[in-house]
C-alpha cells in the first residue's frame, strides 16, 4: 500500500497581500507578511507622482513589481486621478502595458544645460 505523501514543493500557496499606505506615501506588496516591494508617491491634486519603486533583495527577479505596478496603477484610475512616472519602473511598464495611456501626464524631460557634448 502507497500512502500519498505530498511533498513541500507541492505545497504552494501565494501569500501576498497588496495595499496602499497612505501615511508611508508608498504602495506595498508583501509576501507572507514580509514586505517585498514598494512603490514611493507624492499625492498631488488630481495626480500621483510616482517617485521610485524599490525591490528587496530576497524577491528580485520574480515578477513582484509588475503586480504591485498594476495594483497601484489601477488603484490611481479607480480614484480619478492621474498617473505622473517620474519613477523609471513605473514608466517602463506604462509603455509596455496598454490601459493607461489616457490617464498618464508624462513628465518633462529636463531641459538640456548646454554644457558638454
Not at 497581500?17 to 498631488?44: I, M, P, W
Not at 490617464?103 to 531641459?111: L, T, Y
Request: a negative charge; one cysteine or more.
Amino acid at each position: 500500500m502507497t500512502e500519498n505523501m505530498m511533498s513541500t514543493e507541492d505545497k504552494f500557496t501565494a501569500d501576498v497581500t497588496l495595499r496602499r499606505n497612505d501615511a508611508q506615501h508608498r504602495y506595498e506588496l508583501l509576501v507572507g507578511g514580509k514586505l517585498a516591494v514598494q512603490s514611493f508617491y507624492r499625492d498631488l491634486p488630481g495626480h500621483i507622482d510616482f517617485s521610485h519603486t524599490e525591490t528587496s533583495p530576497d524577491f528580485e527577479g520574480q515578477g513582484l513589481g509588475k503586480v504591485l505596478a498594476h495594483f497601484a496603477l489601477d488603484d490611481v484610475v479607480a480614484a480619478g486621478k492621474r498617473i505622473i512616472p517620474h519613477c523609471p519602473f513605473i514608466s517602463a511598464y506604462l509603455r509596455k502595458h496598454e490601459g493607461y495611456e489616457q490617464c498618464v501626464d508624462w513628465p518633462e524631460r529636463p531641459a538640456s544645460t548646454g554644457l558638454g557634448a
